[in-house]
Nanobody, 120 residues
Framework: QVQLVESGGGLVQPGGSLRLSCAAS????????MGWYRQAPGKERELVAR???????NYGDSMKGRVTISRDNAKNTVNLQMNSLKSEDTAVYYC??????????????WGQGTQVTVSS
């Protein structure tokens, strides 16, 4: 099992920045990918950014160019730097972890989520 704990959410004004962090613990060897997803009220969960095996990064369209994902393997953490935030970025942000297999990536582990609210 892998446990994920997010931190860094909160209230920020439009145009501001936030940095989210996710710390993984437990069976770290069972994962080789980590990422961030978000879910706004009434909407489906969507990809924000993820780091796959070998360090490949993917970014969702909604925040591309405004977010940067990074991973610290020594600390088993993944960070999400978000800039130029907009009101439509308001959502619960979830950290996820998974592993690549011959069937593709499976995102088996999820954090509890951290609320990000962008409002003046």
């Amino acid at each position: 099992q892998v446990q994920l704990v997010e931190s860094g959410g909160g209230l920020v004004q439009p145009g501001g920045s936030l940095r989210l962090s996710c710390a993984a613990s437990g069976s770290i060897s069972s994962i080789n990918a980590m990422g961030w997803y978000r879910q706004a009220p009434g909407k489906e969960r969507e990809l924000v950014a993820r780091i796959l095996r070998f360090g490949t990064t993917n970014y969702g369209d909604s925040m591309k160019g405004r977010v940067t994902i990074s991973r610290d393997n020594a600390k088993n953490t993944v960070n999400l730097q978000m800039n130029s935030l907009k009101s439509e970025d308001t959502a619960v942000y979830y950290c996820s972890a998974g592993k690549y297999s011959s069937s593709g990536y499976r995102w088996d582990y999820w954090g509890q989520g951290t609320q990000v609210t962008v409002s003046s």
